[in-house]
């Protein structure tokens, strides 16, 4: 039986009668797709996001943010710090500074700073006052804040800590003095006085207002007080 070929079917031919077959083929231009639609990275990219994991693949843009100065990183603004020293040592209204700027406006590395100076005075005295002075400012302007508190006063530990702090700078500008007027003693204990009043007259117009009325006494004397410690500590009294 013979089968005539059709379209499609393949003609088996005997190697005896085949004559010596030559020719070429040519390979089709097939591109396997491994990722679905081109232009979605290669397949591994691809199946990651499929199964929810594409944030693995992310890279954070670096933000362009300039780099701060380091007193601006600090908090440290230098003009504020000059102008509340100017306050505390001219406490006089008549002069015409703001000084309620120096309550209502805290900062720590201004009466830092003065405390810190206010030690490195008291070394020329006695060098283990150094610590015992921080330690004062901190836990005195401690005391003073709760006793305000309970007085009714309506301040923060930041803002009593602060002007504790700056009203230290009347008794680093009388200290010096005392060194060249040592040797006289009634003048000597009056420059203490007025160091004293100065610094305490500071801090008190500041944190004593109108809503202590008649308690004003019961906050003015610690005070007081206080800064009579702080300058015992530079003379060794």
Do not use: H
């Not at 380091?70 to 209204?93: G, H, N, Q, S, T």
């Not at 009347?170 to 006085?193: G, H, Y």
Request: aromatic share 14%; net charge negative; proline share 5%.
């Amino acid at each position: 039986m013979q089968f005539s070929p059709n379209n499609g079917d393949f003609t088996f031919v005997s190697s005896t009668e085949a004559e010596e077959l030559s020719g070429t083929i040519t390979t089709p231009d097939v591109k396997v797709n491994m990722g679905g639609d081109s232009g979605k990275g290669p397949y591994a990219t691809t199946f990651l996001r499929q199964r929810g994991y594409g944030w693995l693949l992310e890279v954070e843009e670096e933000d362009g943010e300039e780099i701060k100065p380091l007193l601006e990183e600090l908090d440290i603004d230098l003009k504020d710090i000059y102008y509340k020293i100017r306050c505390v040592l001219m406490p006089m209204p008549s002069l015409g500074y703001n000084r309620q700027v120096v309550r209502d406006n805290p900062d720590f590395w201004g009466p830092l700073a003065v405390v810190l100076l206010f030690s490195m005075i008291s070394i020329y005295g006695q060098f283990r006052v150094v610590s015992w002075i921080i330690t004062i400012w901190i836990f005195g302007s401690l005391t003073i804040f709760l006793l305000a508190r309970v007085l009714g006063g309506e301040v923060s530990y930041g803002q009593v800590l602060g002007v504790i702090g700056y009203s230290l700078l009347p008794l680093i500008v009388v200290a010096p003095m005392l060194t060249v007027i040592r040797s006289f003693d009634v003048v000597s204990t009056l420059i203490k006085l007025f160091g004293v009043f100065w610094a305490a007259y500071s801090a008190a117009s500041l944190l004593v207002g109108d809503e202590f009325k008649t308690k004003k006494p019961l906050l003015i004397y610690p005070i007081f007080l206080l800064y009579i410690y702080f300058f015992s500590l530079y003379t060794g009294v």
